[in-house]
Nanobody, 123 residues
Framework: QIQLVESGGGLVQAGDSLRLECAASGGSFSDYAMGWFRQAPGKEREFVAV????????YYADSVKGRFTISRDNAKNTVYLQMDSLKNEDTAVYFC????????????????WGQGTQVTVSS
């Protein structure tokens, strides 16, 4: 059983940056790929980014490619999401999740989830 706790959300202006962190505990963090998803009011949860268990590969949604960077530190059991050039449409609750196996873009494939952190981008 892995527990995930996100932090780093907040209210920023368009064009600003934020770095989200997700701290894992209670399990073998390095066995899992780690993903970030987001969910805006009235919308489905959508894939943002994923990093493989050794950090050798990363994948991004087209909407964030070139602006967001996912990374992980297995020694600290932490995954990060650096978000630059934020836009209004990035406003959502951001969740981190742990994936043992399966389609990284499908939230149903993930085994563990954090509680989420709110990111609000104002113009």
């Amino acid at each position: 059983q892995i527990q995930l706790v996100e932090s780093g959300g907040g209210l920023v202006q368009a064009g600003d940056s934020l770095r989200l962190e997700c701290a894992a505990s209670g399990g073998s963090f390095s066995d899992y790929a780690m993903g970030w998803f987001r969910q805006a009011p009235g919308k489905e949860r959508e894939f943002v980014a994923v990093i493989t268990w050794l950090g050798g590969s990363t994948y991004y949604a087209d909407s964030v490619k070139g602006r967001f960077t996912i990374s992980r530190d297995n020694a600290k059991n932490t995954v990060y999401l650096q978000m630059d050039s934020l836009k209004n449409e990035d406003t959502a609750v951001y969740f981190c999740a742990a994936l043992y196996d399966g389609d990284y873009a499908d939230p149903r494939a993930y085994n563990y989830w954090g509680q989420g952190t709110q990111v609000t981008v104002s113009s």
